[in-house]
């Protein structure tokens, strides 16, 4: 397997430190006695923007091993409960961390990582087809993975290099992490057409961000509406980035107004604007609203991908066909994933979603064919581009002994605690913005005297908006 069907001589990177690193050179990691034995082994995959990080999930994929990208900084205790599900055979890791896994051999250490063996038994199964695991909860240490095949991963950056029209010429920056679908859809699109990568595990906020951004000659900045968000409060409009001619945003719903502002920008300044539309069990994306498009129908998002399908279809499985009529999305597509895993066990399964994808999303089809998002059909949030399970969360705060609902909209997680007192609010804040490594703004925490509940005794989700709004006032 090569890279993502990349041409090993022309695709580069060039790191914050000056540093360039061809393909090749990144790929030769592969041929290591020690990254031999990954071949068809599963392999945490622990990866920063740095070149040890890059180097070592390319290099695993080369190596036909079986990656598992997790956040670096996940906890320990959440990592002991993905090897006791999982048993994977390998860790490559930050040498920072090493100190955690003390006991585990060193088998090969390059770029500041290290290859661990973990000794477990190499008995499991793992299907042929299988070539990567994502998770769709970010750092939570849920163990629940996204299955992808090699054809789900070069369908999507085949169709992503072909919409956006890539070429050797286009500089992207790694703003978003290696462990996330969006992350590795710029990687592997532009990987796929032969161009440089700015390689940098710097956020916006740091001054040496942007010089990199210029010294680099960066072409093209994604992000999630959080990272749109802060570019406003940093005052983009006023930045001179003279090479930059494309900006594109996912990983959940982006205010039209903000779109729209952001899309007005880039016209006024010859700059490509894309709105997306994808999850992970799509490979990463799924739809695009063409940069023509962008201020008239901020919101919307747009059309499927090159070699993609939409549908819609109502509460009893029949397709809707006529436009303005609210219905799950459905996609079919290339890119569709195998199926999930939530336990070593289920590697051994072939593809079992069958290139169909029911999004859970309620979306509706305008006359010119573009989909727009209405809601969702499961109680899902999208914090800073990762999706989380609000009924997972519910639960573990349960396993605490709280009783508390769940709610918000993406980027805002809100948590409704009865008896919570405001010195209970803000211990359980501060654990779930260390568990899942999230800023403290995107978490309110209300204190209740009950939860509205329906005769059955159901949660009334819908009634806890008005019950913010009554604590709020």
Not at 218 to 247: C, I, Q, W
Not at 349 to 359: I, P
Not at 438 to 450: H, L, M, R, S, T
Request: glycine share 10%.
């Amino acid at each position: 397997m090569d890279a993502i069907g990349a041409e090993e001589g022309r695709a580069l990177f060039h790191c914050d430190d000056g540093s360039q690193m061809a393909l090749g050179e990144v790929l030769a990691l592969a041929k290591n006695a020690a990254f031999a034995q990954t071949r068809r082994r599963v392999v945490f995959c622990f990866s920063e923007n740095d070149p040890g990080g890059l180097a070592g999930y390319l290099g695993l994929l080369k190596a036909e091993a079986v990656p598992a990208m997790l956040s670096p900084t996940l906890p320990l205790d959440a990592i002991g409960t993905l090897r006791k599900a999982y048993q994977p055979d390998f860790l490559w890791l930050p040498e920072k961390r090493l100190a955690e896994f003390e006991g585990l051999p060193i088998v090969h250490a390059q770029w500041g990582y290290a290859l661990l063996s973990t000794k477990a038994s190499s008995s499991k199964e793992i299907h042929a087809d299988l070539a990567l695991l994502l998770t769709t909860s970010g750092s939570t240490g849920s163990p629940k993975f996204v299955r992808l095949s090699h054809r789900n991963l070069l369908a999507n950056a085949e169709a992503i290099r072909t919409y956006l029209s890539l070429t050797p010429a286009d500089r992207p920056v790694t703003t978003l992490p290696l462990g996330y679908s969006y992350g590795l859809s710029v990687l592997h699109s532009h990987l796929l057409a032969g161009s440089t990568i700015a390689l940098t595990g710097r956020t916006f906020f740091d001054r040496g961000f942007w010089d990199f951004i210029n010294q680099a000659r960066v072409t093209s900045l994604a992000g999630v509406p959080y990272h749109y968000e802060m570019l406003k409060k940093l005052r983009f409009a006023k930045m001179d980035l003279p090479a930059l001619n494309t900006l594109t945003q996912a990983g959940g719903r982006m205010e039209p107004a903000l779109t729209r502002e952001f899309a007005q920008l880039c016209a006024a300044r010859n700059i490509r604007f894309f709105s997306m539309y994808g999850q992970t069990e799509a490979t990463a994306r799924m739809a695009y609203l063409a940069p023509e498009k962008a201020i008239e129908k901020a919101g919307s998002i747009g059309r499927a991908i090159p070699g993609g399908a939409f549908s819609l279809i109502d509460g009893d499985g029949l397709r809707i066909n006529s436009s303005g009529c609210a219905g799950e999305l459905v996609y079919e597509g290339a890119n569709v994933c195998l199926g999930y895993a939530e336990t070593a066990a289920d590697l051994a399964l072939g593809d079992v979603f069958g290139g169909v994808l029911r999004t859970g999303d309620l979306a509706m089809r305008d006359e010119d064919g573009d989909y727009t998002i209405v809601g969702r059909l499961k109680r899902f949030l999208k914090l800073f581009g990762y999706r989380v399970n609000l009924a997972d969360i519910e639960a573990s705060l349960a396993a605490e002994g709280h009783d508390a609902a769940c709610a918000g909209r993406d980027d805002l997680l809100e948590v409704y605690l009865v008896g919570g007192t405001a010195e209970g609010g803000k211990a359980v804040k501060s654990r779930l913005v260390l568990q899942m490594k999230i800023a403290p703004q995107a978490i309110k925490v209300f204190g209740v005297d009950a939860l509205p509940r329906s005769d059955a005794g159901k949660i009334r989700y819908g009634a806890l908006e008005t019950l913010a709004r009554e604590i709020l006032a």
